[in-house]
């Protein structure tokens, strides 16, 4: 599957793991809405959630690398099928241990590991020192989120970490 990255370049370029994984050739990063090509864009304010079903929509998965104190729904203006991310936590140093605050990085694996690709997941975050540490904190969500028929599945898988989340509270 190819990795596209819409770059907004408003974070700190030492710790942008889009412009890391650029520098190894493992993703192409655009610069703009119009040069960024269609594909399944990983969108957190999107209706619908990432699915296995989504391998139908095509090879390209778009994420868009911004800050977090950015990422208003306005933002994400990309031409694509737009998919949130089910429950995950990330475990980058910046956020880690909190839901749903993925880098680029992260995000792109989870949906590469979501759609089937669990190698390519793996690989993805092999240089980052934290990598495999997401990829075991999220090891039985992204196995039962890639067993998952459609986004209406992995919505209840989610739901079922949500409410184990607030018991425990």
């Given at each position: 599957m190819e990795l596209h990255v819409r770059y907004e370049g408003d974070d700190d370029p030492d710790k942008c793991t889009a412009r890391r994984l650029e520098r190894e050739g493992a993703v192409a990063l655009h610069r703009s809405d119009r040069e960024t090509p269609y594909g399944i864009v990983l969108n957190p304010?999107?209706?619908?959630?990432?699915?296995?079903?989504?391998?139908?929509?095509?090879?390209?998965?778009?994420?868009?690398?911004?800050?977090?104190?950015?990422?208003?729904?306005?933002?994400?203006?990309?031409?694509?099928?737009?998919?949130?991310?089910?429950?995950?936590?990330?475990?980058n140093p910046v956020n880690f241990g909190k839901p749903f605050r993925l880098t680029t990085a992260e995000a792109l694996a989870a949906g590469l590991a979501i759609l089937g690709e669990r190698a390519a997941a793996e690989a993805l975050l092999a240089s980052f020192s934290w990598g495999q540490a997401f990829v075991d904190m999220n090891d039985e969500p992204l196995g039962r989120y890639a067993d998952c028929a459609d986004s209406s599945e992995v919505v209840a898988v989610q739901d079922e970490y949500l409410a184990a989340g607030e018991s425990e509270e």
């Amino acid at each position: 599957m190819e990795l596209h990255v819409r770059y907004e370049g408003d974070d700190d370029p030492d710790k942008c793991t889009a412009r890391r994984l650029e520098r190894e050739g493992a993703v192409a990063l655009h610069r703009s809405d119009r040069e960024t090509p269609y594909g399944i864009v990983l969108n957190p304010h999107a209706e619908q959630a990432l699915s296995p079903a989504d391998r139908a929509v095509g090879d390209r998965l778009v994420a868009l690398d911004c800050s977090w104190e950015t990422a208003e729904a306005a933002q994400f203006t990309i031409a694509g099928e737009h998919r949130a991310l089910p429950f995950l936590v990330a475990a980058n140093p910046v956020n880690f241990g909190k839901p749903f605050r993925l880098t680029t990085a992260e995000a792109l694996a989870a949906g590469l590991a979501i759609l089937g690709e669990r190698a390519a997941a793996e690989a993805l975050l092999a240089s980052f020192s934290w990598g495999q540490a997401f990829v075991d904190m999220n090891d039985e969500p992204l196995g039962r989120y890639a067993d998952c028929a459609d986004s209406s599945e992995v919505v209840a898988v989610q739901d079922e970490y949500l409410a184990a989340g607030e018991s425990e509270e």
